[in-house]
Nanobody
């Protein structure tokens, strides 16, 4: 089973940017879809962005135009570039690869 390790979270002011990384222990070429999810305290885990093996992307309405998902197959890594961050983006962010989860990385947007 693939191991996924997220990084890049932290504390940022509203309007700021962060880039999350998800490094896989093996090749990501075989995965049908790679996604970023987030979960705020007391709320369900929800899809933020997804990228397929063909490169197609999909985003939650709340992050369209602000977040960008990308993949580097050579580095077995998926990224989530987050711009214009808002307090409501505060959550634990998790990487998913065809059902396998990472441990998550915390993003806090606060002044």
């Amino acid at each position: 089973q693939v191991q996924l390790v997220e990084s890049g979270g932290g504390l940022v002011q509203p309007g700021g940017s962060l880039r999350l990384s998800c490094a896989a222990s093996g090749s990501i070429l075989s995965f049908n879809a790679l996604g970023w999810y987030r979960q705020a305290p007391g709320k369900e885990r929800r899809l933020v962005a997804q990228i397929t093996s063909s490169g197609s992307t999909d985003y939650a309405d709340s992050v369209k135009g602000r977040f960008t998902i990308s993949r580097d197959n050579a580095k077995n890594t998926v990224y989530l570039q987050m711009n214009s961050l808002k307090p409501e983006d505060t959550a634990a962010y998790y990487c998913n690869a065809d059902g396998s989860w990472g441990q998550g990385t915390q993003v806090t947007v606060s002044s």
